[in-house]
């Protein structure tokens, strides 16, 4: 089994920044894709930013402002965020593609989330 324990969240004033992690653990043979998602209340989850094979992609509303990066060594993945909107108020989940050892299927894992609000 794979755990995703994501952390950082927190409250924060608009202007403001924020880094959340997200640590993989248990059978890890590789990581693919790993990434960030966000679910308001009453919206539907989005992807906030993935990085795979040394590329990065990103939702819109977010270009400019967030930084996903990785530490392979780790199995952990980062999300740097600045100059945050009220907006950026959800449950931020941690995605990740994990295969356990060799030979075995590529399955995706997901965190339980963490709270980000930006409030004054």
């Known amino acids: 089994q794979v755990q995703l324990v994501e952390s950082g969240g927190g409250l924060v004033q608009p202007g403001g920044s924020l880094r959340l992690s997200c640590a993989a653990s248990g059978r890890i043979w590789r990581t693919r894709a790993m990434g960030w998602y966000r679910q308001a209340p009453g919206n539907q989850r989005e992807l906030v930013a993935v990085?795979?094979?040394?590329?990065?992609n990103y939702v819109d509303s977010v270009k400019g402002r967030f930084t996903i990066s990785r530490d392979n060594a780790k199995n952990t993945v980062y999300l740097q965020m600045n100059s945050l909107k009220p907006e950026d108020t959800a449950v931020y989940y941690c995605n990740a593609e994990v295969k356990s050892e060799l030979g075995s299927p590529w399955i995706d894992y997901w965190g339980r989330g963490t709270q980000v609000t930006v409030s004054s």
């Open positions: 990085t795979s094979g040394g590329s990065t």
